[in-house]
């Protein structure tokens, strides 16, 4: 039964490190696990997909575009009047680089991993509060956010085609901060995770050898959502490579 177990939202779930995410709760058993897809299509055939895998959790598709309001707010309305609340939220969504010209490339990145954090911790956290448990917020965010590392040269040998995806990042980390100063003292745990080089469908195959598989850059989120985590609330983390990044 759903309203038994914990319940955790994903959004950009339908593929890559989301998806990842889903099967590793669903296989937990512990939650009903929300999938956050832009794409309708998309996310019924990740559905039928993890459905047919018959892992003792319980999922439900939930239509999400996290730089559409419209789309943020219909989708909180949906669960506070299913479920009422909400345990954990993962603010997976991201793009790498639409398509356009920089400034659209720009606008696109800060629009998914800036405004889409910012709106779904605005919609979400009323729901976050009525959680059973120790409400969670997990931000995947990326070490090429880091300013540190980039002054220090440490950017993983990325070119300026990824500027705007930096930049976004780096914004994203400042949402996390606000997260932090808003909800800590109500007793949420945040977190900022960097997954580092993984397999997804952000990057091409051979854009970055050596990636871990997504699983591996998968489970520490997963852990974060199951409160395995909890001691590195507040960090900006990776693991594997990093360990705590420079702001
Ligand atoms: N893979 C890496 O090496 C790596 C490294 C560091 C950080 N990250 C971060 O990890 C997160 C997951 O990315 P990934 O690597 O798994 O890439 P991915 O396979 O491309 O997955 C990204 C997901 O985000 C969704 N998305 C994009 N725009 C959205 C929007 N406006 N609203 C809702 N969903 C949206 C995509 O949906 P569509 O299928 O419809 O496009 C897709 O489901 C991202 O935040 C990314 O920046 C990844």
Redesign the pocket.
Known sequence: MADQKRLALV?????????EVVNQLLADGSFHVLL????IE?GEAALADLQSRKLPGTVELVQ?????EKSVAAAAKLVEEKHGRLDALVN?????RGPGTRAEQMVDCF???AV?AQLMSDYFSPLLKKSTGTPRIIN?????GSIGNHIARKNFGLKDQVIP?RVC?AAMNMVFACQVRSYEEEGFKIFLY??????????PPDF?PG?KP?AV?AAPITEMVQGKKDDDAGKYLEYGYEGVFPW
């Open positions: 959004t950009g779930a339908n593929g890559g490190i989301g998806f956050g897809s832009r794409s998309k999400l575009d996290v730089t559409d997976n969504a991201g793009i790498a629009r998914v991993s889409g995947v965010t990326s070490g090429a995806y990042k960097g997954p580092g080089p993984t397999v997804s469908n952000l990057s970055f990636k997504t850059g």
